[in-house]
């Protein structure tokens, strides 16, 4: 589903966003993309193997939300957006920490979030961007962070901005 989001009265409709729900629930290894399965509606933004091809001649502004489950949670790790047409690590990183205290065991750490703004600018001579959310690092003795769909799914938002 797309909404108008933007708060410009001169121009109601220069913003788009749409919410596609990941039904994974896996382990990832340190460098691996995260899952993003479905589609999209937004003009000049593809989802193919786990990656958001995003067109140039607007400005995006990208969100990998999901949460954190692990009866042990003995690690700690990262997210974050990955430039694949730069080879660069963009916005910010979705931190996982350490659960602690009597309870540990069964800690859920919900509404994690990577981050990455791509503006019409960043495009350069590329007439497109592709990009997707990497695991970059874990300490845990496996080199894996999990993430839970239950009970909510890991989201992808995708604001474009004209």
Partial sequence: MSYGVSNNVS?????TM???????NDAYSVGAALSINGTTTLTGVSISANKVVLSS????????????YDPDLAWVGSVQWYNETLNE???SPMVIPVAS???FYTARITRLMARALITAEDFGANATITLY??????SSSGTTITLSSSPYLPRLMVIRVV
């Fill in 11 to 15: 121009r109601a409709n220069n913003a």
């Fill in 18 to 24: 749409d919410m596609i729900s990941s039904s994974v």
């Fill in 57 to 68: 001649g607007a400005s995006y502004l990208l969100e990998y939300s999901g949460q954190a």
């Fill in 89 to 91: 690590y963009i916005g």
């Fill in 101 to 103: 205290g009597m309870f």
């Fill in 133 to 138: 959310p990497r695991v970059l690092s874990s």
